[in-house]
């Protein structure tokens, strides 16, 4: 069974950058996209970006540049930084996976609540 | 972006019942919608893949319909454990956007 376990800090101050890793569990990282979605009461659920096994990466134009995503297959984990935060930024990330040549999440990650707050 | 529009925003049911959701794009999406639901504290879960397609593992009192512009949930003899609240997803084009959700809770 694929499982999804994210970590990474939690309180931050406005100007910080974020970084959360997500771990996966149970299944190969190639054949998908690996992906980090974030949800707030503001805006919902909102799409940041996705990455492959093998670095290919898009991200949502939304985040005007201050997101970088990253992976290391070899340790089977892929993570996200998040720059220039703002109380805007305050959200539940949750990390999940895409198959290739399909748009749908199937697994997803636990969530971790980022506050960013002075 | 494509924009999803989910109605209701929020529903009363009573276990038994019969219950619709539908979701709205801005433009022609094809069958490039799935459902979820999430409860309090959870992820979102997968239930419907490319607009009718159940995932493995949920019940078939879900199921889903539509194309095009106009996608619908239904969920048919509401158990407890389905009052929550359900999105819409399109996966037409980047960057992927949900619905604004539906909440659906105990009348």
């Known amino acids: 069974q694929v499982q999804l376990q994210q970590w990474g800090a939690s309180l931050l101050k406005p100007s910080e950058t974020l970084s959360l890793t997500c771990g996966v569990h149970g299944e190969s990282f190639s054949g998908y996209y690996w992906t980090w979605i974030r949800q707030s009461p503001d805006k919902g659920l909102e799409w940041i970006g996705q990455i492959n096994h093998v670095g290919g990466s898009s991200y949502n134009p939304s985040l005007r540049g201050r997101v970088t995503l990253s992976v290391d297959a070899s340790k089977g984990h892929f993570s996200l930084k998040l720059n220039s935060l703002s109380a805007a930024d305050t959200a539940v990330y949750y990390c999940a996976r895409v198959k290739y040549r399909t748009t749908w999440y199937d697994f997803w990650g636990q969530g971790t609540l980022v506050t960013v707050s002075s | 972006d494509i924009h999803m529009t989910q109605s209701p925003s929020s529903l009363s049911a009573s276990v038994g019942d019969s219950v619709t959701i539908t979701c709205r794009a801005t433009q022609t999406i094809g069958d490039y919608v799935h459902w979820y639901q999430q409860r309090p504290g959870t992820a979102p879960k997968l239930l419907i893949y490319?607009?009718?397609n159940l995932q493995s593992g949920v019940p078939s009192r879900f199921s889903g319909s539509g194309s095009g512009t106009d996608f619908s949930l239904t969920i048919t003899d509401l158990h407890p454990e389905d009052f929550a609240t359900y999105y819409c997803?399109?996966?037409?084009?980047?960057?992927?956007?949900f619905g604004q959700g539906t909440r659906l809770d105990v009348k």
């Open positions: 997803q399109e996966g037409y084009s980047s960057p992927i956007t």
């Open positions: 490319a607009a009718s």
